[in-house]
């Protein structure tokens, strides 16, 4: 009777070959500072890129959020802008927008050595149903050295909301209560 390998055997001739033929390990031993030096400087500036881009992205949603409370806060008090206007009520609109845009390290443009807060527009009048317009637009700083060559250090970003003005008398409804 003839003598066949045992498949156990020639598993054990196969990884007995892979064995010896394997390289010896001191040679890589350099290899993985070598890798780790290439790949370094690309990772931090990837998460640079990150950071950059994710801080302008979220001075663009405070921009809209900003935009969208001073539409609503013009909405509300469209008597402060219409004929002589009511400087009280502009100081607490300007106050309210720039205190957001300090709060988001946000560059309104300046006029002189002060940020400019633009009025609300109101395009169809100012009276029950017309619409408050505000459009703002600000500055952010780039910090990578390398990006703000790329987009030249600063990036501008607008944003803009437009709210129904909800206060004023409503024609031929008579003010006043009193029933009987």
């Known amino acids: 009777m003839e ?54 992205y979220l001075g663009w949603i405070n921009l809209q959020n900003m935009a969208r409370l001073a539409a609503n806060f013009a909405a509300n008090n469209p008597s402060a802008w219409a004929g002589s206007g009511d400087a009280t009520e502009q100081l607490r609109y300007q106050t309210l927008v720039l205190n957001d845009a300090r709060a988001t390290n946000c560059d309104l443009p300046p ?25 703002l637009t600000c500055t952010f700083s780039v910090i990578t050295p390398i990006i703000s060559q790329v987009v030249g250090g600063l990036v ?25």
């Open 111 to 135: 006029s002189g050595s002060s940020d400019v807060v633009p009025d609300p527009t109101f395009p169809s009048g100012s009276g029950l149903g017309s619409f408050a317009q505000v459009g």
């Open 3 to 56: 003598h066949l390998p045992t498949p156990l055997g020639s598993l054990k001739l196969r990884f007995t070959d892979i064995h010896r033929n394997r390289r010896p390990r001191h040679r890589d031993r350099g290899q993985s500072m070598v890798e780790l030096a290439i790949t370094l400087p690309v990772l931090l500036l990837l998460t640079l890129i990150a950071l950059d881009f994710g801080r302008i």
């Open 156 to 180: 501008t970003v607008s944003a803009s909301a437009t709210f129904p003005i909800k206060s004023g008398a409503v024609a031929d409804i008579p003010v006043g209560g009193g029933g009987t």
